[in-house]
């Protein structure tokens, strides 16, 4: 009955397969990779607590709500937005962030990639 030991490994070893693939092709961010595109953002934002730039710190920045660093002066169009910054919203605003805020003093194209706001989303989640 050997044989029998051996399907069994090789039904196991299957099942981890398709696990691990299945795994790498979910449509999640990748934090690691997020952590490059943050460079883009990284010459206006810190990733520290209480550290603002020419923007607002984004420690904790994801499930915070927008415009809630006391310290940091944000603009009229940014304060009036009062929305929590959640994945979804995160990934709205970084596609195109002045036509999510209009008049926002944010001065960034936008990142078209949805995969590279995926990722950087992951990134910023890291960040508490
Ligand atoms: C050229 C500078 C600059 C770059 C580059 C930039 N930002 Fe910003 N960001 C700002 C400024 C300034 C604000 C404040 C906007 C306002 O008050 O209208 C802001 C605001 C934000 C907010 C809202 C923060 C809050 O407390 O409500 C988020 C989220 C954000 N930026 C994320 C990003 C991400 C992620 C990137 C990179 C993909 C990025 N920004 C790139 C300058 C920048």
């Known amino acids: 009955m050997r044989w029998m030991g051996f399907t069994a490994a090789a039904a196991a070893f299957f099942v981890l397969g398709a696990v691990a693939t299945s795994g790498t092709a979910r449509a999640d961010g990748d934090a690691t990779a997020g952590q490059v595109i943050f460079k883009k953002c990284a010459l206006c934002h810190s990733p520290d607590t209480g550290v603002n730039k020419i923007g607002p710190s984004l420690h904790g920045i994801v499930g915070r709500h927008s415009a809630s660093i006391a310290n940091f002066n944000y603009s009229p169009a940014m304060k009036a937005f009062d929305k929590t910054w959640d994945a979804a919203q995160l ?14 003093k944010m001065i960034f194209p936008g990142l078209k990639e949805e995969k590279d706001r995926q990722d950087v989303i992951a990134y910023l989640s890291t960040l508490k």
């Open 91 to 104: 990934d709205t605003y970084l596609t195109d962030p002045k036509s999510v805020v209009p008049g926002t």
